[in-house]
């Protein structure tokens, strides 16, 4: 069993910063891509930034020079530095990771269970 646990959500001040962390578990035999997707209120789940294995990243461009995606893979870990936040960043935050279970031979796409932003004065 293979599972997302996300972590560092909550409510920030206009300007100011947060740090997400998703951490993998379970049976993993490997992992290929990891990174962040959000959804608002009222609108489809939409990229953030995601970090791919052989280091390249994609990062949509409301969040460039204000967010910075990394990856820890000795902890099977990705994280997402949130700074100069906005009131349109507010969100309920997704972890995503193509990871192959120890038992099969494919890789599958992993959600993990959403954690909120706020950012609101």
Partial sequence: QVQLVESGGGLVQPGGSLRLSCAASGSIGSIDRMGWY?????????????LNTGGTTNIADSVKGRFTISRDNAKNTVYLQ????????????YCN???????VIYYETYWGQGTQVTVSS
Avoid: C, F, H, W
């Avoid at 959000?38 to 995601?50: D, N, T």
């Avoid at 949130?82 to 935050?93: C, G, H």
């Fill in 38 to 50: 959000r959804q608002a209120p009222g609108k489809q789940r939409e990229l953030v930034a995601v």
């Fill in 97 to 103: 990771a193509n990871i192959r279970a120890t038992s």
């Fill in 82 to 93: 949130m700074n100069y936040l906005k009131p349109e960043d507010t969100a309920v935050y």
